[in-house]
């Protein structure tokens, strides 16, 4: 079997929210199995590997938002590894290029997104940032819960092919309308930095259980279990919500 192909897309953008972590987390829970991998880091100017299992896109900010989108538009290649069966995961900024369109700018200039995800992001009447913590459902109907951190000017709306990937408990997600994040197909759009496959390994084993076809053994990992359980009580502790 040929090695997993992590790419993770534009650093110099998209890198400012240290979201380059979630690629880490992937290649460290495949290198931990024994799974053979490659990671690969694409800047703009470089074509995109159109053989991928995961792409990953982090968050950044508006200027950056719109050459990322611009450069992977005429580079086509993220679209042709999707065609192709790749998982995409992106984060933040990175969700807001995926979708359909978003503003940016004083101005709210509207932007063409890559229309990989059926989602609209427009500035929101508040900035979220603090602590979040969602509720995802996995394809087993068991509930994850999802910890991490939020900084997002843009709010987002889902149109009718794209799904909630969780509910919010605390924070604001999407647009405090309780959601969080967009699935549609193999795409997954998420608000939350941590990087969020670091603090929530039952989300990475899900991408990679995605781009493998298969169930992955879990992991003992009880440091982790451990952080974990802080970053929740902590984050129950210090509720947020829309208005607060
Ligand atoms: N610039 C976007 C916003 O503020 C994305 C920010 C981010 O990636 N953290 O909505």
New binding site residues.
């Given amino acids: 079997m040929s090695p997993v192909r992590i790419v993770l897309i534009y650093q110099s953008l998209?890198g400012i929210?240290g979201d380059r972590g979630n690629a880490m987390v992937l290649a460290k829970r495949l290198e931990w199995r024994g799974i053979d991998h490659e990671l690969i880091v694409v800047e703009p100017g470089e074509p995109v590997p159109p053989d991928a299992g995961v792409y990953l896109l982090?968050?950044?900010?508006?200027m950056a938002?719109i050459s990322a989108v611009r450069a992977l538009t005429s580079d086509t290649n993220l679209f042709r590894g999707m065609d192709a069966g790749a998982v995409l995961f992106a984060?933040?900024?990175?969700y807001?290029i995926c979708g359909q369109t978003f503003t940016?700018g004083d101005h709210d200039e509207v932007i063409d997104g890559l229309g990989l995800l059926d989602v609209t992001?427009r500035r929101g009447p508040q900035?979220a940032v603090g602590e979040i913590l969602t509720r995802w459902t996995r394809p087993d109907g068991s509930v994850s819960l999802i910890t991490g951190f939020?900084?997002?000017?843009?709010f987002t709306t889902l149109g009718a092919d794209a799904a909630p990937l969780a509910q919010v408990e605390v924070g604001i997600g999407n647009s405090g309308d309780g959601t969080e994040g967009a699935v549609q197909g193999r795409a997954i759009g998420t608000?939350p930095?941590g990087p969020v496959l670091a603090r929530n390994p039952d989300l990475a084993d899900h991408v990679l259980s995605l781009a493998l076809g298969r169930d992955l053994e879990p992991l003992d990992l009880p440091e982790v279990d451990r952080l974990r359980a802080d970053r929740i009580a902590h984050v129950r502790a210090g509720r947020r919500r829309v208005g607060a």
């Fill in positions: 998209l929210y982090g968050g950044g900010e508006d938002q984060v933040c900024a990175g807001q940016v992001t900035r939020e900084n997002h000017g843009g608000y930095h």
